[in-house]
């Protein structure tokens, strides 16, 4: 790779504070792990390089300190840690039997908050501990006598409330497998995913709120029931105070109320390691969408590491992190009751016009400890002038972002805006594994524009050409090592053939995750975008996530997308498309700046041949810019061979990309057939 090397950083943005380091939950299991499990060159608890180096050299021994510091309760105990470390085909804690649900629940004190549910109006209500065991039970025991058994699935058609977490863990204590997506898909986008799963149950709401509005899905929830033929119920659940129809319908339909309001002791099913949790959809733009199974210990053991060490969460925190049920981000948010903490469910658009800041709002009245959010919203904020600092953001001690890479210059925002000594943490992982392959934690120092370091158990590396580990130069994203919350398999792949060429064909044995990244010397993770969307000019290659950086701090810019597209006379069009900020137009002086920008920020080779005005950049519903099938849609290829509507938070974009291809081709080419429509 030729990528221009990373400039060395001398001192961080934020060093963690010394007095934070040594009381963190990641240093006292650094001090453990030393005394218990032998760990070897740690002299230093707050030396989170030297944790991460044992930590992918002694796997085993790793994964055993997890499992024994945080007293995974078993019914049968593993054979050993790791019996077959072959990726694909790993196998975790053989003869292991236990049952996420159960970890959920145990640690929760019965009367404080297990989960605080808010909206975008700004109210809310808690349940306690207590509550929530036993609407687990009775939901749990309700699921049962419709038919569920062990390994049938459960989904939910749900917005971001407690039903959804009441309904995932009731599921999961029977062994059943359970998966969800936002009431912001279309019936049919929904029966996509549900209907290759043939589910017993479907659990669905009358509606949600986005942006000052009350979003009626009771039509949509029916027809998708309707696409469903095995199931067997349909449970109601009236979040908006609509009123259900009374039309017949082709399964059974039991109101929430009843289903979570019985007096019930939970029973929760013990299961192998490696049974299936949950199956969540890959943001995969064409064909049908992707499920990837997760087991009950992989999750388990992998988000009490994230939450439990990198996020120092415990007893007597709370937990808001914007987002929706079909984003993996909602799976550990639910994970925070695996750590006795308190989780928030929120219901509504991140920044409402009537009120944007709502969430620091609502993250000051409920004494939030971790805020998280997306790189997006935090731009967003500071574009909008929003001053969070307004509220009494005390509580607060940690901000973190993922979904795409964080600009530099939100760091200094978040410092000034926010809160200094907030450590803002950003973080870099995948829905693959639901999890991150690197983050911070509390003994991490903070470079803007980095990620802190690879995340333990994570054995991080960036590959050249040759397949070559490298250091402060751009490589593909590989981990070298197995973790436990890698896929268990795709769902319908029964000869494992597509998860293989998912991840294992470039480097067999060696997954291969798809993104440029750089690991500094200074032990940091610079993500440069996906390398198929790479921008490869005269030779010399760029991510595409350095200049989208570069230009999204520019105040008249609200978001860009730059596209490196190979046309058929050999020629390389790379056109870069911006959406200014309200009131901002797209003259010849901003232009003009914005390829000063570029030159000087990020590479002379790579100022665009073209800037372009549009009205929106084309995401996934998990928010990621799609570079590839814009980039296939600008060279002609047709738009249902590139993306699925369904997979796109605008579909309408889609066909202004594919027009706007098509007069460009037209124009450069204006004796050819004008291509069809």
């Known amino acids: 790779?030729?990528?221009?090397?990373?400039?060395?950083h001398p001192e961080p943005f934020l060093?963690?504070?010394?007095?934070?380091?040594?009381?963190?939950?990641i240093a006292d299991f650094a001090r453990w792990a030393t005394r218990h499990r032998g760990a070897e060159g740690i002299p230093d608890p707050t030396d989170y390089h030297a944790l991460h180096r044992w930590s992918v050299t002694d796997l085993e021994g790793f994964w055993a300190a997890v499992w024994e510091y945080f007293d995974i309760e078993a019914a049968t105990p593993y054979e050993r840690v790791l019996a077959e470390e072959t990726m694909p085909g790993v196998n975790w804690f053989p003869g292991a039997t236990l049952n996420y649900a159960h970890h959920a629940l145990r640690n929760l004190h019965p009367d404080a908050p297990a989960i605080t549910a808010l909206d975008e109006t700004g109210a809310g209500y808690e349940i306690t501990g207590r509550q929530l065991r036993a609407q687990v039970a009775s939901v749990a025991a309700t699921l049962r006598e419709l038919g569920v058994k062990q390994d049938d699935r459960v989904v939910g058609y749900l917005p971001n409330t407690p039903h959804a977490v009441i309904a995932f863990l009731a599921?999961?204590?029977?062994?059943?497998?359970?998966?969800?997506?936002?009431?912001?898909?279309?019936?049919?986008?929904?029966?996509?995913?549900?209907?290759?799963?043939?589910?017993?149950?479907?659990?669905?709401?009358?509606?949600y709120l986005f942006n000052g509005t009350r979003h009626d899905r009771r039509s949509a929830s029916l027809d998708l029931a309707g696409a469903l033929p095995t199931l067997?119920?349909?449970?109601?659940?009236?979040?908006?105070?609509?009123?259900?129809?009374?039309t017949p319908h082709t399964s059974l339909t039991v109101p929430w109320e009843d289903a979570a309001t019985r007096t019930e002791h939970l029973t929760i099913t013990p299961v192998p390691f490696d049974h299936p949790l949950w199956i969540v959809f890959s943001s995969g733009t064409t064909g049908l969408p992707k499920g990837i199974v997760h087991g009950h210990g992989g999750v388990l053991l992998e988000h009490l590491k994230i939450l439990g060490l990198h996020t120092d969460?415990?007893?007597g925190d709370r937990l808001l992190w914007y987002t929706t049920t079909h984003w993996m981000m909602w799976n550990l948010v639910v994970s925070t009751l695996l750590t006795g903490a308190t989780t928030c469910t929120y219901d509504g658009s991140p920044a409402p016009v009537a009120r944007p800041d709502i969430l620091w709002e609502l993250a000051a009245r409920h004494k939030v400890t971790v805020f998280g959010t997306s790189p997006q919203y935090l731009l967003a904020m500071a574009k909008l002038g929003i001053e969070p600092s307004v509220h009494a953001l005390s509580a607060i001690r940690a901000v973190g972002s993922t979904g795409s890479t964080l600009p530099a210059s939100a760091y200094p925002w978040v410092r000034d805006h926010v809160g200094a000594g907030i450590q803002l943490a950003s973080t870099s992982g995948g829905t693959d594994v639901v999890s991150a392959f690197a983050g911070?934690?509390?003994?991490?120092?903070?470079?803007?524009?980095?990620?802190?370091?690879?995340?333990?158990?994570?054995?991080?590396?960036?590959?050249?050409?040759?397949?070559?580990?490298?250091?402060?130069?751009?490589?593909?994203?590989?981990?070298?090592?197995?973790?436990?919350?890698m896929p268990l398999y795709f769902w319908n792949d029964p000869d494992g053939s597509r998860y293989r060429d998912a991840y294992f064909t470039a480097y067999p044995g060696v997954w291969r995750h798809g993104d440029w990244?750089?690991?500094t010397s200074h032990g940091s993770v610079i993500v440069h975008g996906r390398s198929d969307a790479t921008l490869n000019r005269n030779g010399v290659r760029l991510g595409s996530a350095d200049i989208h950086d570069i230009v999204e701090r520019l105040p008249e810019i609200t978001e860009a997308l730059v596209i490196g597209a190979e046309e058929p006379d050999g020629g390389y069009w790379m056109p870069l498309f911006v959406v200014p900020a309200p009131g901002i137009t797209l003259d010849d002086a901003l232009r003009e700046k914005i390829r000063d920008a570029v030159r000087t920020g990020a590479s002379p080779r790579h100022v665009p041949d073209?800037?372009?005005?549009?009205?929106?950049?084309?995401?996934?519903?998990?928010?990621?810019?799609?570079?590839?099938?814009?980039?296939?849609?600008?060279?002609?290829?047709?738009?249902?061979?590139?993306?699925?509507?369904?997979?796109?938070?605008?579909?309408?974009?889609?066909?202004?990309?594919?027009?706007?291809?098509?007069?460009?081709?037209?124009?450069?080419?204006?004796h050819t057939v004008k291509d069809a429509p």
């Open 440 to 485: 911070s934690a509390p003994t991490t120092p903070v470079w803007a524009g980095e990620v802190s370091a690879p995340n333990l158990g994570v054995a991080l590396a960036a590959y050249d050409g040759a397949g070559q580990p490298v250091v402060d130069q751009v490589g593909e994203l590989v981990v070298t090592r197995p973790m436990p919350s």
């Open 517 to 519: 990244i750089t690991l």
């Open 232 to 246: 067997k119920a349909t449970v109601l659940v009236d979040h908006l105070g609509l009123m259900w129809p009374e």
């Open 313 to 315: 969460l415990g007893v």
């Open 171 to 207: 599921t999961a204590s029977l062994g059943a497998v359970w998966s969800v997506c936002g009431q912001d898909y279309a019936p049919q986008a929904a029966a996509d995913r549900f209907a290759q799963l043939k589910p017993t149950v479907l659990i669905t709401a009358d509606g």
């Open 1 to 8: 790779m030729n990528i221009p090397h990373p400039t060395p």
């Open 15 to 25: 060093p963690p504070d010394t007095t934070t380091a040594a009381d963190s939950r």
């Open 610 to 670: 073209e800037i372009l005005a549009v009205p929106a950049i084309p995401h996934t519903r998990t928010g990621k810019k799609l570079e590839v099938p814009v980039k296939r849609l600008l060279q002609g290829a047709p738009a249902e061979q590139v993306v699925n509507p369904s997979a796109v938070d605008d579909p309408d974009l889609v066909a202004y990309f594919a027009d706007l291809g098509a007069e460009r081709r037209q124009a450069r080419h204006p």
